[in-house]
């Protein structure tokens, strides 16, 4: 890009001298087919009434005492020119830009993908966006639409630079997870807006006085280069949702940052006078189609926000309505909108006692105030006491710094309806995304129909993980590896169904007794690689059972078709024993040490008496 007044219309102000290496040439000179046009402008704006003049003479009063009061210096014609054309310089696309936006798109989304903020920050400090943004603010000020052009065509470089690396880095990942810090960046809210808010105001500060940097690079980069590549993570994995969210957020940080610089540039005299901006029909289409570009996904936050503002302010009043006003806090309260799906809240309350049909009645209580349908997902703590309830929001706040500042809260309607059964307690593990189901025992149920029922809806619960602890059992039978053709007896159960049983209830360590030891350690070795501590108890043959008469008759082969015979069976003792039978077994071990010291001791004597 050349720096020539030809190409940029940025002539000094009347009276003062010519920058260097410019000169006085008109910039209507330039372009003839629109020199007719911007002259007619130009003298329609020499013409303009005196309460015009006025009022720029008012407003010129107040950006000056208000600049003043923001500790902005007043730049003087010649400085404010310098200043725009370094950063318009700063601004240009260079191999350097595109080198550093792809290497702090790589950065950040390694360390999204491994949830790591250090990573992240990381991404941050080596991100270039600072230079274009700013660029593309002073446009706004000066109204200067090639300005804008031009910085709006090095971002769109930058942040497609961005997306295209979070998609190659997904695809080459072997780990796609959506993280907290993914999650973070899949929707704007009103924290996102601030951020980028005062990152702008910021941004515009450093460059007016001089000491732009590394600092205002990371706090722009804070609010763009990471959800830049969310956009590319959510094409990698295809998840439309994650991808769009991130894009508005984007678009909405970008649009605040900009209006951010272009304000600061306007208040600190660092803008280009109204006076000199060109009025040509392509300017004035330049100008407009920008601002629409940046003001449309901006305004479309703030209206998502301003709704979210209102389901909230309903939803504290309708739980609290729904719970009792007495003894109950709400400790957290978050709001869920999209254009394409119900809003949804997801709160935490503290109370003293449990209020059944807590949600349904939030949910009515919350259409009657707006009009519209609102799912609410209710978790109710009980605490009795002031410091209970302390505790409680700690713990709450805890969990909710652990699993990620994202709004993950499980579906537990959702999954309770999935599984379908009466549950007597459900709870999460919100870092490892698992909800854990334990159902009331049901009458006729297999541990086989409770693990279908935990795939089929683990499958139905979209992000979360569902785990079902169905009721214990004190022993099980396992059928043991036999030989082909041979039936399982009735209610025994395979090793690997054996196996996801005694994960769900936690167990370390069972005993197993078979009658076939010949085929039991293929399932102890099973058990143990699992990381489950196998005591084996071995049988003891019943000596009162009658031995086989010589001569017995030798069993019929089956012949093709017949049964082989019932694969040998294990049974795998889930509970240990308790200290009582502990005791009693020691003590019935003792007695029979001492009958049996007893019974040789006259034994010995006898044969001591011989022996003389």
Same mark, same amino acid.
């Given at each position: 890009?050349?720096?020539?007044?030809?190409?940029?219309?940025?002539?000094?102000?009347?009276?003062?001298?010519?920058?260097?290496?410019?000169?006085?040439?008109?910039?209507?000179?330039?372009?003839?087919?629109?020199?007719?046009?911007?002259?007619?402008?130009?003298?329609?704006?020499?013409?303009?009434?005196?309460?015009?003049?006025?009022?720029?003479?008012?407003?010129?009063?107040?950006?000056?005492?208000?600049?003043?009061?923001? @500790? #902005?210096?007043? /730049?003087? &014609?010649?400085?404010?020119?310098?200043?725009?054309?370094?950063? $318009?310089?700063?601004?240009? !696309?260079?191999?350097?830009?595109?080198?550093?936006?792809?290497?702090?798109?790589?950065?950040?989304t390694l360390g999204l993908l491994q949830s790591s903020t250090a990573v992240v920050i990381g991404a941050m400090l080596v991100s270039p966006l600072m230079a274009p943004i700013a660029s593309m603010g002073f446009g706004f000020a000066s109204l200067d639409g090639h300005r804008i052009r031009d910085a709006a065509k090095v971002v769109a470089v930058g942040a497609?630079?961005?997306?295209?690396?979070?998609? @190659? #880095?997904?695809? /080459?990942? &072997?780990?796609?997870?959506?993280?907290?810090?993914?999650?973070? $960046?899949?929707?704007?809210? !009103?924290?996102?807006?601030?951020?980028?808010?005062f990152s702008g105001i910021a941004g515009g500060y450093s460059t007016v006085i001089g000491k732009g940097g590394t600092a205002i690079g990371v706090a722009i980069a804070t609010a763009l280069m990471p959800p830049l590549t969310v956009v590319g993570y959510g094409i990698g994995v295809f998840q439309p949702m994650f991808a769009m969210g991130a894009l508005l957020l984007f678009l909405t940080n970008l649009a605040a940052i900009t209006f951010a610089f272009a304000l600061i540039a306007r208040l600190s005299g660092a803008a280009r006078p109204f006076g000199k901006v060109e009025w040509t029909p392509r300017y004035v289409t330049i100008l407009v189609a920008a601002f629409l570009a940046l003001g449309t996904p901006l305004s479309m936050t703030l209206m998502k926000l301003s709704t979210e503002a209102k389901i909230r302010t309903a939803a504290r009043a309708a739980i609290l309505q729904a719970c009792g006003t007495k003894g109950v806090t709400i400790a957290q309260l978050d709001v869920k909108s999209s254009v394409f799906s119900a809003p949804s809240v997801d709160a935490l309350v503290i109370a003293r006692r449990y209020t059944s049909n807590a949600e349904a009645s939030a949910e009515e209580l919350i259409h009657k105030a707006l009009g519209d349908e609102v799912t609410i997902n209710l978790q109710q703590v009980l605490a009795a006491d002031v410091q209970a309830q302390t505790r409680a929001m700690v713990d709450a706040a805890m969990e909710r710094t652990a699993a990620g500042i994202a709004a993950d809260v499980p579906p537990f309607n959702a999954i309770r309806q999935s599984v379908g059964l009466p549950t007597r307690s459900v709870w999460s593990d919100r870092a490892q995304r698992m909800v854990y189901v334990e159902p009331i025992p049901a009458p006729g149920?297999?541990?086989?129909?409770?693990?279908?029922?935990?795939?089929?809806?683990?499958?139905?619960?979209?992000?979360?993980?569902?785990?079902?602890?169905?009721?214990?059992?004190?022993?099980?039978?396992?059928?043991?590896?036999?030989?082909?053709?041979?039936?399982?007896?009735?209610?025994?159960?395979?090793?690997?169904?054996?196996?996801?049983?005694?994960?769900?209830?936690?167990?370390?360590?069972?005993?197993?007794?078979?009658?076939?030891?010949?085929?039991?350690?293929a399932l102890v070795k099973f058990f143990?690689?699992?990381?489950?501590?196998?005591?084996?108890?071995?049988?003891?043959?019943?000596?009162?059972?009658?031995?086989?008469?010589?001569?017995?008759e030798i069993p019929k082969q089956p012949q093709d078709g017949e049964s082989q015979g019932l694969v040998p069976t294990a049974t795998v003792s889930v509970y240990g024993q308790s200290p009582s039978q502990q005791a009693a077994e020691a003590a019935r071990a003792a007695a029979q040490k001492a009958a049996a010291e007893k019974a040789a001791s006259p034994k010995a004597a006898a044969q001591q008496t011989s022996g003389r």
């Amino acid at each position: 890009m050349n720096d020539t007044p030809t190409a940029m219309p940025d002539d000094p102000l009347p009276g003062q001298s010519n920058p260097p290496g410019t000169d006085r040439r008109s910039f209507h000179d330039a372009r003839e087919p629109n020199a007719e046009f911007a002259k007619k402008v130009e003298a329609a704006w020499k013409k303009r009434p005196m309460w015009i003049r006025r009022a720029e003479a008012f407003v010129h009063l107040v950006r000056l005492r208000l600049a003043h009061a923001v @500790l #902005l210096p007043q /730049l003087t &014609p010649d400085q404010a020119y310098d200043l725009r054309q370094h950063v $318009r310089k700063d601004g240009e !696309l260079t191999n350097g830009y595109i080198l550093m936006c792809a290497l702090a798109a790589g950065i950040a989304t390694l360390g999204l993908l491994q949830s790591s903020t250090a990573v992240v920050i990381g991404a941050m400090l080596v991100s270039p966006l600072m230079a274009p943004i700013a660029s593309m603010g002073f446009g706004f000020a000066s109204l200067d639409g090639h300005r804008i052009r031009d910085a709006a065509k090095v971002v769109a470089v930058g942040a497609a630079i961005g997306i295209l690396t979070g998609m @190659l #880095l997904t695809w /080459l990942s &072997p780990i796609r997870n959506a993280t907290p810090e993914i999650l973070a $960046r899949t929707e704007p809210n !009103l924290l996102d807006l601030a951020v980028a808010l005062f990152s702008g105001i910021a941004g515009g500060y450093s460059t007016v006085i001089g000491k732009g940097g590394t600092a205002i690079g990371v706090a722009i980069a804070t609010a763009l280069m990471p959800p830049l590549t969310v956009v590319g993570y959510g094409i990698g994995v295809f998840q439309p949702m994650f991808a769009m969210g991130a894009l508005l957020l984007f678009l909405t940080n970008l649009a605040a940052i900009t209006f951010a610089f272009a304000l600061i540039a306007r208040l600190s005299g660092a803008a280009r006078p109204f006076g000199k901006v060109e009025w040509t029909p392509r300017y004035v289409t330049i100008l407009v189609a920008a601002f629409l570009a940046l003001g449309t996904p901006l305004s479309m936050t703030l209206m998502k926000l301003s709704t979210e503002a209102k389901i909230r302010t309903a939803a504290r009043a309708a739980i609290l309505q729904a719970c009792g006003t007495k003894g109950v806090t709400i400790a957290q309260l978050d709001v869920k909108s999209s254009v394409f799906s119900a809003p949804s809240v997801d709160a935490l309350v503290i109370a003293r006692r449990y209020t059944s049909n807590a949600e349904a009645s939030a949910e009515e209580l919350i259409h009657k105030a707006l009009g519209d349908e609102v799912t609410i997902n209710l978790q109710q703590v009980l605490a009795a006491d002031v410091q209970a309830q302390t505790r409680a929001m700690v713990d709450a706040a805890m969990e909710r710094t652990a699993a990620g500042i994202a709004a993950d809260v499980p579906p537990f309607n959702a999954i309770r309806q999935s599984v379908g059964l009466p549950t007597r307690s459900v709870w999460s593990d919100r870092a490892q995304r698992m909800v854990y189901v334990e159902p009331i025992p049901a009458p006729g149920w297999t541990l086989a129909d409770y693990r279908t029922t935990e795939q089929a809806t683990s499958k139905e619960t979209q992000g979360w993980t569902v785990r079902i602890v169905p009721p214990a059992q004190a022993e099980m039978e396992v059928a043991l590896s036999g030989e082909n053709g041979m039936k399982h007896p009735e209610g025994a159960i395979s090793a690997d169904l054996a196996l996801w049983a005694l994960q769900r209830w936690g167990m370390a360590r069972v005993t197993v007794s078979s009658g076939d030891e010949e085929h039991l350690g293929a399932l102890v070795k099973f058990f143990s690689d699992a990381g489950i501590e196998v005591h084996i108890r071995h049988l003891v043959p019943d000596p009162a059972a009658s031995p086989k008469p010589k001569g017995a008759e030798i069993p019929k082969q089956p012949q093709d078709g017949e049964s082989q015979g019932l694969v040998p069976t294990a049974t795998v003792s889930v509970y240990g024993q308790s200290p009582s039978q502990q005791a009693a077994e020691a003590a019935r071990a003792a007695a029979q040490k001492a009958a049996a010291e007893k019974a040789a001791s006259p034994k010995a004597a006898a044969q001591q008496t011989s022996g003389r």
